[in-house]
């Protein structure tokens, strides 16, 4: 199977859930070529094209720029891909115009969303949910989610539907574990379903006595007493 992956928003650490995909598909019998930015540094036996990157400012030139649409364009029809994987980037024209082309060739399309629910706080995420991703969302003929959590959400969108959990990171880094010689875990973004804090409680409750851990971001966590817990 010949496979697109395009990847308009590649940082840190959807860099390495990035390098984890490269690396399930090196093992497969699969022909995938990658578009990401140039700032991306992705190791593979495959093919792999870049696009924009950089600095915030030329990164958001890339995604209005109509050469890089017409450039995506020759690369589509050139390649002649089976499928089309787009792991996140909902909210960039570029995915969307993508996924157009996919509609209009028949060709099968997998967009990864992100975040079905778009932070509240960020307000021009909000407004390129509205503006692009509702759009994104109702062109792709498959939804891809990481977390159990957004089914509901995601159902109602009429699409075949897909959950496929972040994979673990830890195994791009063969170093020595921490945990035995740091007594602080700190987890530290938003909090929301999907981000799998579930299991950095229970890993908590596992080692009391033994590390602190340590929850810091924006959101509402309710811990019972028996250790579950309630995420608003």
């Known amino acids: 199977m010949r496979v697109l992956v395009f990847s308009p928003m590649v940082r840190f650490a959807m860099q390495h859930y990035l390098q984890c995909i490269a690396n399930e598909l090196d093992r497969l019998d699969h022909e995938p070529i990658f578009i990401v930015p140039s700032h991306n540094i992705l190791e593979t036996r495959h093919r792999v094209v870049t696009i924009g990157g950089g600095s915030w400012l030329n990164t958001l030139w890339t995604n209005v720029n109509p050469f890089t649409f017409l450039r995506l364009t020759w690369i589509f029809f050139r390649e002649s891909p089976d499928c089309v994987h787009f792991l996140n980037g909902e909210t960039r024209l570029t995915v969307l115009w993508m996924l157009l082309l996919c509609r209009l060739t028949g060709t099968r399309s997998i967009l990864s969303v992100h975040d079905p629910e778009p ?32 089914v509901p959400i995601a159902s109602a969108w009429g699409k075949e539907l897909h959950v496929f959990p972040f994979p673990d990171i830890s195994v791009l880094f063969p170093s020595e574990s921490t945990s035995e010689r740091e007594d602080v875990v700190l ?6 379903p999907y981000k799998g804090l579930p299991h950095f409680v229970e890993l908590g409750l596992r080692m009391r006595g033994k590390a602190r851990f340590v929850i810091a971001g924006t959101g509402t966590i309710v811990v019972d007493a028996d250790g579950t817990q309630n995420l608003r």
């Open 119 to 150: 932070h509240p706080c960020a307000k021009m995420d909000v407004l390129a949910y509205h503006l692009v991703a509702r759009r994104s969302v109702h062109v792709a003929s498959e939804i891809n989610i990481h977390d159990k959590a957004h």
């Open 187 to 192: 987890f530290f973004g938003r909090i929301e």
